[in-house]
């Protein structure tokens, strides 16, 4: 009863009964209650004319959420139908509002009282002004500063309202406005500028208020960044706040300001001003945070005031010397000034905390390249020259020699910071990826689980300054990490950290110094290693020198190439790691092992100097005993990397044989598997055995990864008895899912006998892949695979079909290309219906299957592209259904796959004989698809390729490929003059229907700049950006109609109609409205 009394909005609402339904919709009763005042709310939300109580329940209600109910109906009407209003409705609004907001916020008790109240309302004005302002609402910043001076509260929400409105117009305006309105609003702001400039400037002056200056330093903070320069250079703003920069209370806001304005750039005019504002502030920081405190205990032990004011200082510095370090070289003065607030940084640099130091490396990342760019040209002097006149110095007559002297006297101002920089670097360097030791929050040695990306990147970041420090002082570099070592090795500096870090950047700067220097630091490094591994006790301390060891010779293969004596004691040393039980030793040490082989795989197949035998030989003797304690995964890394060993051999014939030697561990246990299947086939079902067979092909593939062409040899040993196996596991899935019902898929056996089809895919795939230049071997293996393959992705069930059946045929058909011409027919008969099927049912189920025949398509589309053309035209059909399912779907990779693959198909089709049949029945339908996807919001990742093919489409209908008409004569009537007329039309008459919201003069105007600007991607695109922004908004045409009842309800009925099918409307309909035309 008291929801139908809520629903009746002929007359004003019972706020009493609203609050209790709000207070039930929070409230702490029952489920039942809170739904059923949510379905109320809902439905009052929804209702067209809700929005005309929105006064009545704001000026009877005491409850603040029933209030902020109403703001959210009023700001729905606002933001999407505010220009359909009449004039007068508007203005009463817009009347009411600002005078509630001037009515709370005079007198300070209801101001703080009704805080939150108020915010909101102001959130509310700014949606209003975006709308009004500035053509009918001239006088909205005179009429605020005048009433910002009248009362200290009321000036502190008008600060709050400037904020917003800056942000509003300069940070998120972007796809919420159209351009020309941002571009209308920006000007506004900036030529009415001098009175909310001369409000600040008097505020800050003249007040007492702490809150209010607060807000008002606020509200600057906002603008500094887009005022004109004048306002700030000369006028006293400056002065103002250095004035307030010691003080506590308005310390960090200050800052803050200072920062926007430090970051300003405007060719030297204001230098002289810049070089004031650092001197004075550098004064006043002194006294503040005097030089020589330790800022990171300072950081530590600070509150939370105290940790923002440093890290506002890291960005004052870092945004200062970005844009002016150069003003500050100048002098001696100001030499003085910059390297103390170059200490300061550094000190910064040391807190122990993400965000305060990501701001500071950033600031290094940049300062140490550009010093070395000018140190690297000196010996260029005329790329010196240019770089320092970009640099805006002033020249000195003995051009080059003075340039010289000028260069090194920088070079010395910087040495000092430089120097502690370096320590900076080596303290405090990242983990690299490679690095899979790490200590848990237990202090325990464990093995990583989870890569950490943001301590990659910073690890990239480092590694290019540690490289640049490198460069520009050597032998500081080194004397720095050797010092560091020997405090490893004497102990009075070890900890696990303290190794890690140091080893991480010595690693890190492989291929910095000249080759002989490197030569003897490396043997210095490795040597301290080793000892340090010989004398240190204890399990987890062992673990972490081995991961440094064979982190720092990981990145040294120029090193090892040059010394083999060094590389074979590294390489027995990691054979002696793999042999260390500890979590991630192993692991490292296959890895390791992997990547030295790679980068210097030529010297382990030569006979070397005081050898019998190349080392690959000694290898393979000793081999059981190597892998005798390591987890399959990583015996699988030992035989890649012993793979690109053999790789390096040029001599066939000992090729072939160190093969055969690698692989006769695996193969006799082969043999002995098929030979035990041969006598009783049931063998094979045992788990055991099926885990040994995973176990043999795994191996295979990681050798064939390496080998390549090489590994044919092997392969056609075990080809067909694999396929043979594949076959019979496939039978014995599907007999298992057929007994077990819909949860036999998930067993342990049943997922162990697919991870055995799995693997032979991905062996067959790998060698294709890597075999390079044999087409041969296309036509060798694909006519054996297509009954145990092919034919049997067919007749299993959906759970037992493998989608790596469909990427294997994907790389088959990119590898040989038009080779496989005459077997797509037989491909697609195999998978393409079936897969379909599986896939159409929703957007969710099997989405490896998904990616997969997408990927499929495109390759059949893009190297046998004759192949679809001779489909049948009910094929042709499902190809091209397929294809609108996959960017119909809000998974990003497929729909973008789809959208690649449909402008393939496009352009294809564009040069074929079958262009003309081939758009007459599709082109419609592509056009309609893609809008629905345009206009959607599930589909935003996708609107570059969306904008891609509708240009696409737009510029094939004007040129000369299209030689017969699109439209259907027996239906159209009317004859067009030519296609493009007819789709301008059609287009025009799709979105005219689809969105009621706007005129038919603006969607002719939108039709027609697409149809213009089709040649020149970039207005095209920020063409339909507009069109979505303004596609959200009622525009001011057709009042009175469109709040006539019977339109409201149609146009809700139209768009629940438009959400609930995929493809804006359905099209059969489409058809009939062409009739009408």
């Known amino acids: 009863m008291a929801a139908e009394r809520l629903r009746d909005l002929s007359q004003p609402i019972d706020v009493p009964l609203l609050d209790a339904t709000v207070a039930a919709f929070y409230g702490t009763g029952s489920k039942e209650e809170r739904t059923a005042a949510d379905q109320i709310l809902r439905e009052l939300q929804n209702n067209p004319d809700m929005w005309l109580q929105v006064v009545h329940i704001l000026q009877n209600s005491q409850n603040l959420n029933t209030k902020f109910f109403a703001l959210q109906v009023l700001e729905g009407v606002i933001k999407y139908r505010w ?88 940070d998120f305006s972007r796809g919420e406005m159209t351009q020309q309105k941002i571009k209308e609003l920006k000007q506004s702001l900036n030529s009415e500028f001098q009175l909310i400039h001369e409000l600040c400037l008097y505020v800050l002056s003249a007040s007492q208020r702490t809150e209010l200056i607060r807000a008002t330093l606020a509200t600057l903070h906002a603008f500094l960044s887009w005022i004109p320069l004048g306002y700030v250079f000369e006028s006293p703003l400056l002065e103002t706040l250095l004035k307030f920069f010691p003080m506590a209370s308005y310390r960090n806001l200050t800052l803050q300001c200072l920062t926007e304005v430090a970051s300003l750039q405007f060719g030297d005019f204001y230098d002289m001003q810049f070089v004031k504002l650092y001197t004075i502030f550098m004064v006043q920081l002194q006294s503040i945070l005097p030089p020589g405190t330790n800022i990171p205990d300072a950081y530590a032990n600070g509150s939370s005031e105290e940790q923002a004011f440093i890290q506002n200082l890291a960005l004052f510095f870092t945004s200062f010397y970005k844009s002016h370090i150069r003003v500050l070289e100048s002098t001696p003065e100001n030499r003085s000034a910059l390297l103390m607030g170059l200490e300061y940084l550094i000190g910064i640099s040391y807190v122990d905390d993400t965000e305060v130091f990501k701001v500071c490396l950033d600031y290094w990342n940049s300062l140490v390249p550009e010093l070395f760019e000018v140190h690297h040209n000196l010996d260029n ?144 490094v490795i040597r301290d290693l080793l000892n340090l591994c010989e004398i240190t006790k204890g399990k987890d301390n062992k673990a972490v020198i081995a991961s440094n060891i064979m982190y720092v010779v990981g990145q040294y293969p120029k090193f090892l190439r040059a010394h083999w004596k060094f590389l074979k004691t590294v390489v027995n040393k990691l054979f002696e790691f793999m042999h260390e039980t500890h979590p991630g ?63 390096a051999e040029s001599d066939p014939q000992k090729r072939d044989e160190y093969l055969q030697r690698l692989m006769e561990l695996p193969n006799q246990k082969w043999i002995e598997i098929i030979g035990q299947a041969r006598q009783n086939v049931d063998f094979l079902t045992n788990p055991d055995v099926i885990k040994t067979v995973l176990n043999i092909l795994q191996t295979n593939t990681s050798v064939a990864s390496a080998l390549g062409t090489y590994f044919l040899s092997q392969i056609s040993l075990i080809f067909l008895d694999m ?12 007999k298992k899912l057929a007994e077990g019902g819909p949860f036999g898929s998930k067993t342990s056996y049943v997922k162990l006998l697919r991870s055995v089809k799995r693997e032979t895919l991905k062996l067959i795939e790998t060698f294709v892949d ?23 992705y067919a007749r299993n069930l959906p759970d037992a079909r493998e989608s790596e059946v469909l990427s294997l045929f994907a790389t088959i058909i990119n590898k040989y290309k038009g080779v496989m011409m005459e077997d797509v027919p037989r491909i697609f008969e195999a998978v393409f219906e079936c897969t379909l099927e599986m896939i159409t049912k929703n957007f969710e189920d099997y989405p490896e299957h998904r990616l997969k ?84 919001t599930f589909h935003k990742p996708g609107f570059k390729l969306h904008v891609l093919v509708l240009q696409h489409l737009f510029c ?36 005219g229907t689809s969105f009621p919201n706007m005129t038919t003069a603006e969607v002719t105007q939108f039709v027609n700049g697409l149809i213009e600007s089709r040649n020149d991607l970039s207005t095209f695109k920020n063409h339909i950006r507009d069109f979505l922004v303004q596609s959200k908004e009622f525009s001011a045409q057709d009042n009175k109609d469109l709040y006539a009842e019977e339109a409201a309800a149609q146009r809700e009925r139209e768009r629940q109609r438009m959400l609930s099918i995929p493809g804006l409307i359905a099209p059969s309909e489409l058809q009939d409205e062409m009739v009408d035309s």
């Not at 690890?459 to 032998?475: A, G, P, V």
């Not at 890597?770 to 049997?792: H, N, S, Y």
């Not at 000369?960 to 030519?978: C, F, K, M, R």
């Open 770 to 792: 890597k075999a390079e230049d044999q087409p041969q071997i296309g036509k060798q293996f694909v006519p054996p695979m297509m009954d145990p393959v092919l034919g049997d």
């Open 585 to 647: 030793v192993q692991d490292m040490a296959c890895d390791t092992f992997l990547k030295i082989v790679q980068k210097c795989k030529r010297k382990f197949v030569i006979v070397q100097l005081g050898e019998n035998e190349p080392f690959v030989s000694e290898l393979l003797s000793g081999l059981p005993v190597t892998i005798a304690d390591l987890e399959p995964h990583q015996i699988h890394t030992f035989y890649e990397s012993v793979g690109h060993m053999i790789q």
């Open 723 to 734: 396929l043979n196996v594949y076959r019979m596991y496939s039978e014995l899935i599907s």
């Open 381 to 524: 002097p005329a790329a010196a020259a240019a770089s320092m006149m970009g640099l805006q110095m002033p020249m000195l007559s003995g051009m080059v020699d003075g340039l010289g002297s000028q260069l090194s006297q920088r070079r010395q101002l910087y040495s000092g910071p430089m120097s502690k920089l370096r320590m900076l670097m080596i303290c405090r360097m990242a983990k690299p990826e490679e690095v899979l030791i790490v200590e848990d929050e237990n202090g325990n040695i464990v093995r990583e689980t989870m890569k950490d990306n943001d301590v990659l990147v910073q690890y990239k970041i480092m590694r290019e300054t540690l490289i640049y420090l490198s460069h520009l002082d050597h032998e500081d570099t080194e004397q720095q990490m050797l010092k560091k070592l020997s405090k490893q090795l004497n102990g009075e500096d070890w900890t696990w950290n303290n190794l890690n870090t140091l080893c991480w950047a010595i690693g890190s700067i492989s291929g910095s110094m000249m080759e002989e220097q490197e030569n003897r630091f490396l043997v210095m």
């Open 83 to 170: 220009n359909a209003l009449p004039v007068e409705q508007r203005d009463g609004m817009k009347n009411y509002i600002s005078d509630i907001i001037v009515q709370l916020s005079s007198n300070e008790v209801s101001f703080r009282r009704e805080r939150l109240y108020v915010n909101k309302l102001n959130i509310i004005l700014v949606q209003v002004l975006k709308h009004e302002w500035p053509a009918r609402w001239r006088t909205f910043i005179p009429d605020l500063v005048s009433a910002a001076k009248s009362s200290e509260t009321i000036c502190e929400n008008c600060m709050a309202i400037l904020k917003l409105l800056s942000e509003e117009v300069f």
């Open 956 to 991: 094939l209908a004007d040129s000369g490929s299209l030689t017969e008409p699109l439209w259907d004569a027996a239906t159209v009537p009317y004859p067009y003059p030519n296609n493009s007329m007819f789709v301008r039309e059609y287009i025009i008459k799709l979105l």
């Open 853 to 936: 025949f997408f990927s499929l398509l495109r390759a059949i589309a893009t190297h046998c592209f004759h192949a679809l053309i001779h489909l049948s035209s009910q094929q042709l059909k499902l190809v091209m259904d397929s294809i609108i399912w996959a960017f119909r779907h809000t998974e990003r990779n497929i729909a973008e796959t789809g959208l690649n693959l449909l402008l393939e198909m496009l352009k294809n089709f564009q040069v074929s004989e079958f262009c003309n049949q081939f758009h007459r029945t599709y082109f419609l339908t592509i056009v309609q698809e893609i809008f629905a996807v345009l206009t959607d």
